[in-house]
């Protein structure tokens, strides 16, 4: 928790050394990885331990941080002892049944907040849905920190009528006092939602999520609704918070093919990032517009959308972020047929990326390095119907792609798997094809299936080949779903 008290943590600082904020996470994630756990590391994270804000992490952190630096103590990097800054248990609601927790990990509260009579509001487990989720703790089990920020998150005012609302428990509405501000727990929530979407889609695929996401989306406009933030860093957070909370939620519409509530979505970002005078969430908003329009078959607006991106984007000093966007007018570009302006788009972007990582980069691009690079530049390709160099770029894109990153992964061997077909390689596309289906148990994405669908098409006329046959009736079996439509 945030505090006026926060001492920064230099010797954590120190640890990072010459890594950007955002490279440190990465570098926690992956040691997470070997040790079997999962933490949402990002800048965000990483920059709030430094500037003393988390004075002892999780459980989950703690093992990965000694993991890490074996030979070192929490103290070592910097942190309190775990019993100077845990509180005591949140207390139910009278006649309240107990909160189900999968993982009996302790959780404690956050200081009180400032508004009448805090309420500690029951978050029910998520109810089973049919998704291919390989571990429910995925969705369920969340860190201690995050957990703390969760039920502050549904605690109060309007966010409480949103709870009730939407099934996740609580008083009735009338009997829920509202809060005189919103402070860090709200806002900070909002931004745990984000960074919890994004992880679960990079793990899992859109389908079985997008309908989950929506709740603490509502919540967070129900926030914004209050309009109860006394201080204006405050307020900015939130507008900012809930603009991404609208894109990632757009997002997932978009990958399991609901375009229109897509379309809305990243409309809603944009007005907000407009609202609030953010250039940061602006550009990001024109960025999935763009990708959207272009999946969409509205090529011209696909550029156009990029190149608003691009303007927003120019005094961000992020060459990653404007890497991107010049990625998704090269896309567009391709779409139109355009060769020129399209080798155009596509050289500046790399020019561009070639600059390297920066501080002021986004942490929702944390997906986009050099695997996302070469599957963007593929897509290109085939669009321009260069299919043996489009197979070239997403083969590059599926061995560079770290296998934590299921969905991109299972797309990019998609993507592999149409380009060798459509290049005249049935076979190699087949075997690509099969890798696809290994990982369909842990992915529900409606992009891969339409690009699994597509590469099946293509292969239809080489079925006597014994190794497509295979694929095929592989594929047939799975009954996999098709493009759910535009």
């Not at 060769?339 to 790399?350: D, I, K, V």
Request: aromatic fraction near 6%.
């Amino acid at each position: 928790m945030a505090s006026s008290r926060a001492v920064p943590n230099l010797a954590f600082r120190r640890l990072r050394a010459q890594r950007s904020p955002g490279e440190f996470a990465a570098a926690v994630r992956r040691a997470a990885r070997e040790i079997g756990e999962q933490v949402a590391c990002d800048a965000r994270y990483i920059g709030r331990v430094e500037a003393g804000e988390i004075r002892c992490p999780n459980y989950a952190y703690e093992r990965v941080f000694l993991h890490m630096f074996p030979g070192l103590t929490l103290t070592d990097l910097g942190f309190s002892a775990r019993e100077q800054v845990r509180g005591r248990a949140a207390r139910p609601l009278p006649g309240a049944p107990p909160t189900p927790i999968s993982n009996p990990t302790p959780i404690s509260t956050p200081a009180p907040m400032s508004i009448p009579t805090p309420i500690s509001v029951p978050i029910p487990a998520p109810t089973p849905t049919p998704t291919h989720f390989t571990d429910v703790s995925d969705v369920s089990d969340i860190s201690e920190e995050s957990d703390v920020l969760r039920r502050a998150f549904m605690t109060g005012g309007p966010l409480t009528m949103a709870a009730a609302s939407l099934g996740l428990g609580g008083r009735p509405a009338a009997a829920v006092p509202r809060p005189r501000r919103v402070g860090e727990a709200e806002v900070s929530a909002v931004e745990e939602a984000v960074r919890r979407i994004r992880l679960l889609d990079d793990r899992h695929g859109a389908d079985g999520l997008y309908r989950r996401a929506a709740q603490p989306l509502r919540a967070a406009h129900a926030l914004l609704d209050a309009g109860t933030a006394t201080h204006r860093s405050t307020a900015d957070r939130l507008h900012s918070g809930a603009g991404e909370l609208s894109i990632s939620v757009g997002w997932l519409a978009h990958d399991s093919g609901r375009y229109d509530d897509a379309r809305s979505h990243y409309a809603e970002a944009l007005a907000t990032a407009r609202v609030a005078g953010d250039p940061a969430l602006e550009a990001h908003a024109f960025c999935n517009t763009s990708f959207l329009a272009g999946d969409s078959g509205r090529h011209r607006e696909a550029v156009r959308a990029a190149q608003a991106g691009r303007r927003a984007a120019r005094h961000l000093s992020s060459p990653r972020l404007l890497s991107l966007l010049a990625l998704r007018e090269a896309g567009g570009w391709a779409g139109l047929g355009d060769r020129t302006n399209c080798e155009q788009a596509l050289s500046q972007a790399q020019g561009l990326f070639d600059q390297g990582p920066s501080d002021a980069d986004p942490e929702w691009m944390s997906f986009f390095g050099e695997p996302e690079l070469e599957a963007l530049e593929s897509l290109c390709h085939a669009a321009l119907g260069d299919w043996s160099r489009a197979a070239r770029h997403a083969y590059r894109a599926t061995v560079l792609q770290d296998p934590h990153f299921t969905r991109n992964l299972a797309l990019y061997r998609a993507e592999l798997a149409t380009d060798l077909a459509h290049a005249g390689s049935p076979d190699e596309a087949a075997a690509a094809g099969h890798q696809v289906l290994d990982l369909l148990d842990q992915v529900q994405s409606s992009r891969i299936h339409a690009r699994l669908a597509a590469t099946v098409r293509v292969l239809l006329p080489q079925r006597r080949q014994p190794d497509v046959r295979a694929f095929l009736d592989r594929h047939a079996s799975t009954n996999p779903r098709t493009n759910p439509g535009k």
